[in-house]
């Protein structure tokens, strides 16, 4: 499957609104995801067919050297395409440049998203009880990090 990863832009709100209500017991409206787009420390990307559709997309949040994946979603006719693997990978590619570590919360029954963190590095590094509503149940923290060149015990 062709696509593309571009920046998120106003012509994909509503698409990712969309997404985010299918997927999410607590979506973002197009509205909130406009904000982002005049944050600062927020990037998101899109991952486009070659036709415009949205197929996915991921939101990082970068303060200082710390990366916070917000949210990450794929619509559900083009899940398991590879579609989410490229967009964790340019975030990681990104993180290997600029950030000691990327950070992300998941519930602790998502399988398939926990698969895909940990087939990009990440590791568990702890658990909040009870985090997400509509269903109760707790998050799961992963976390990816990025050793700086030099930063080793010289010993
Ligand atoms: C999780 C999600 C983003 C994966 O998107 P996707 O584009 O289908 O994922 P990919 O095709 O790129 O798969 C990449 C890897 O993720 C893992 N994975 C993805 N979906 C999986 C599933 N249903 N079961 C098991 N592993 C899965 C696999 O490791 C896969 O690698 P592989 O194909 O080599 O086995 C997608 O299912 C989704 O949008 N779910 C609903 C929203 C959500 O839960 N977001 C995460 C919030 S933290």
Known sequence: MNF????MD????????DIERACFSAPWSASMLEEELYNDTASYIVAEGED???LGYAGLRAVLDEGYIDNVAVAKAFRRLGVADALISAFCRFGRAKLAFL???VRASNEGAIALYIKHG??????RKAYYQNPVEDAILMTLEFPREGSEDPE
Do not use: N, Y
């Open 10 to 17: 106003k012509s994909h709100l509503q698409a990712i609104a």
């Open 52 to 54: 415009g559709t949205v």
């Open 4 to 7: 593309r990863l571009v920046p």
């Open 103 to 105: 950070t992300l919360e």
């Open 122 to 127: 990440f590791t568990e590094a702890g658990r």
